[in-house]
């Protein structure tokens, strides 16, 4: 069975007890037992509870006050908690598409088999079905909004899908024997994976498409899909901002070696007219000799120049490895050292 949903009546515990008030008091919104998902507004044991589906509570610490904090802080950094409620909500709706996964199976192995024509034609009914279910829920709670013109309009829409549906039916009917279609026919809901018949009335499909639980998933579906549209956009955002620091870095860099070489140029320059005079004066000199001197002046300047790169590109990098090192800490409210850091590409 999935994690998420294990029996948890036996190990839920009192929402107050003493231990959990201690632990409040001394932890920061920013501390890794607290539920970053609650800190969103997103965890799926707030907006399912109370639902054929709550599932207790929750593993992490929910606390309003340390959301409150949060919401504060945010204003001032960016904590990139979306990606923890991300991975969370994630999992969360993956082990609920298994489920629905596990029930449609179900399904097709005890209902009757019926031909892939005939199944077509129990599909539209169900679809008509709910989108009767869907249209009631919306007429509903326009209607407790006080906005009767448009509730009104809503229903109008309802008998027209009403009047649909009674002719699919009638072309189900025709398609197999009385007994058949008597029976209920089964269908897992895809939103939020509970079972929906054929032939449930407008009031009981009305309930479920207006209901809390399946309210609540739609809820959470629709807050995953808006962490992975952030988390994509702040990635991107980061990478561009990684790339054009080690553009600066690399132009600097460039800067750095293009003045270096300009005045060994120059002393090369000058050491040459010297040379020049000195050739001048004494022609019996052997120019071999001078020639590997020059060389060997040179190899010892270059190894030079070589040395203060290495010491600045390492000065650099080391600047750069504090650096990560604090967001690091800062993002996940610890001070240990980052499990595993990311090397970046072009470092050795
Ligand atoms: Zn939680
Ligand atoms: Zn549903």
């Given at each position: 069975m999935p994690a998420y949903f294990k029996p948890q009546g036996s190990i839920?515990?009192?929402?107050?007890s003493p231990s959990r008030d201690r632990t409040r008091q001394r932890?920061?919104?920013?501390?890794?037992?607290?539920?970053k998902s609650h800190l969103l507004n997103c965890c799926p044991h707030d907006i399912l509870?109370?639902?054929?589906?709550?599932?207790?509570?929750?593993?992490k610490v929910h606390d309003l006050a340390l959301r409150a904090d949060y919401e504060i802080a945010s204003k001032q950094q960016d904590f990139f908690f979306e990606l923890d409620a991300m991975d969370h909500l994630k999992s969360f709706i993956a082990d609920c598409d298994r489920r629905t996964d596990i029930a449609k199976k179900r399904l097709a192995d005890t209902q009757e088999e019926i031909s892939a024509e005939v199944a077509a034609k129990a599909e539209r009914v169900h679809e008509l079905n709910e989108e009767i279910g869907k249209l009631l829920a919306k007429a509903e709670q326009l209607g407790a909004e006080g906005n009767v013109e448009e509730s009104q309009k809503v229903m109008d829409e309802v008998e027209k899908t009403r009047i649909c549906k009674r002719e699919a039916e009638e072309i189900y009917r025709s398609s197999m024997p009385a007994s058949s279609f008597q029976q209920q026919k089964l269908r897992v809901c895809e939103v939020c994976s509970a079972y929906l018949g054929l032939h449930d009335n407008d009031r009981r499909l009305a309930d479920h498409f207006g209901g809390k639980l399946h309210l609540g998933f739609i809820e959470i579906r629709e807050k995953l899909d808006e962490l992975k549209r952030i988390v994509a956009e702040k990635q991107e955002k980061r990478n561009q901002d990684r790339m054009k620091r080690r553009e600066e870095r690399d132009r600097e860099e460039r800067d750095k070696m293009k003045r270096r070489s300009r005045s060994r140029d120059g002393r090369r320059h000058c050491s040459s007219s010297r040379e020049h005079k000195r050739k001048t004066r004494s022609r019996s000199r052997d120019k071999r000799h001078h020639r590997s001197r020059d060389r060997s002046r040179d190899r010892s300047s270059k190894s030079k120049s070589s040395r203060e790169e290495r010491t600045s590109r390492d000065r650099d990098r080391s600047r750069e490895r504090t650096h990560k090192k604090r967001s690091y800490e800062f993002a996940?409210?610890?001070?240990?050292?980052?499990?595993s850091e990311e090397p970046e590409a072009g470092e050795i």
């Open positions: 839920r515990k009192a929402p107050h932890i920061k919104f920013s501390d890794e037992r607290v539920c509870s109370g639902t054929r589906m709550d599932l207790g509570e929750c593993l996940n409210g610890k001070s240990g050292e980052p499990s």
